[in-house]
């Protein structure tokens, strides 16, 4: 059975599941997760945690001697997997796929990893754990939901965060809930249950904004400048080269401009995003930005960015990250853009 994070407490509660597999990319919310699992686990009467990482290389005959072994003592123990790739071998899947018709009551299973491809939940060593158990599923959280997100932990920590307060961090740590749950609980000892403003957070806080590079494209079709610049700076810290970005930026940009061709000759939105393999999800962001920019324009930032890219294969005297702000900007306001010269030398 799939929850989300934020049902589980809720879920463990009522049961605890013999069967818990744990997979996402979001560090917080998975190790929160495994937490509250094992803490439910411990008050249930399960002391002994064993813990093994398997690849597709992994000898899954450890796990069966260990989950089937009789205890003088009988002990009610957790057996935690992470999967390190995501991959599982032909021995494990059978193995895992048996063991769902098997379970014993004084053992619970945990299977943990990255975020699994679509293919592998569709595996039958998954589905028959899932049905005997939860499938925690671990996704980002983003915009609203984040917001409420953090005024909740805020809560829990016995402090309330002004509407100011609540963006400030929103637009420093988005990206990186660890961070923000670590400056909450900072704020927790210093100011026990009081409502800070914007000063006191902006005093206090330090900015751990962690963004991946494909957040970035979003950031660019909405036209959020303020953030777009944050979230290159904080990948500029992170030790992504303005190399790596290129070659995204291109390719979005270069659909954008597809997008704006095919519109032009009269195809339908809706099914130029199918084909394109844009998700329904998605599509409002795409709209505003077709809305919002002009086939020219495109075409200048495309003309930038190969500029951009030529600057920083022969000279590392510019400011790659400014560089390529010039170019997302010119997506929108290539006719501003364009009567500037590229060269933003780095002082």
């Given amino acids: 059975m799939r929850i989300y994070h934020n049902k589980l407490s809720q879920s463990l509660h009522k049961e605890l599941p013999l069967v818990c597999l744990v997979f996402g990319d979001e560090p917080w919310q998975k190790i929160d997760s495994l937490n509250q699992i094992k803490q439910q686990a411990k008050n249930q009467g399960f002391e002994e945690v064993i813990q093994y990482s398997a690849d597709d290389k992994f000898d899954w005959q450890e796990v069966h001697n260990e989950y089937f072994a009789m205890s003088l003592f009988a002990s009610r123990k957790v057996i935690e997997i992470e999967l390190v790739n995501g991959k599982i071998s032909e021995q494990g899947g059978k193995f895992l796929t048996e063991l769902a018709s098997q379970l014993i009551p004084d053992n619970i299973l945990i299977i943990h990893g990255n975020k699994l491809d679509t293919r592998v939940t569709k595996k039958k060593w998954f589905t028959s754990l899932d049905k005997q158990g939860i499938y925690v599923a671990i996704y980002d959280i983003e915009g609203h939901h984040l917001h409420q997100w953090l005024n909740q932990q805020a809560r829990q920590s016995g402090l309330r965060l002004s509407q100011d ?183």
């Avoid at 777009?228 to 995204?248: F, N, P, R, T, Y």
């Avoid at 597809?258 to 009269?266: K, R, V």
């Fill in 165 to 347: 307060a609540t963006h400030y961090l929103v637009t420093i740590l988005e990206g990186n809930l660890l961070a923000m749950s670590q400056e909450l609980e900072k704020f927790a000892m210093l100011y026990p249950n009081q409502q800070l403003e914007l000063e006191q957070v902006e005093a206090l806080s330090i900015k751990q904004a962690k963004f991946n590079p494909f957040q970035l494209v979003d950031t660019l079709l909405s036209a959020n400048f303020k953030k777009l610049m944050l979230m290159l700076e904080s990948l500029s810290h992170d030790g992504v080269h303005a190399s790596q970005l290129i070659w995204i930026l291109h390719k979005e940009i270069s659909q954008l401009a597809q997008m704006h061709e095919a519109l032009n000759q009269g195809e339908d939105f809706n099914g130029l995003c199918k084909s394109l393999r844009i998700w329904d999800k998605r599509k409002p962001v795409y709209q505003q930005a077709i809305n919002n920019t002009k086939l020219s324009n495109i075409y200048i930032a495309l003309s930038r960015l190969a500029d951009v890219d030529q600057q920083i294969k022969s000279s590392s005297d510019f400011d790659d990250m400014l560089l390529l702000t010039d170019v997302c900007i010119s997506v929108f306001h290539g006719e501003v853009t364009n009567q500037l010269s590229i060269n933003y030398v780095n002082h």
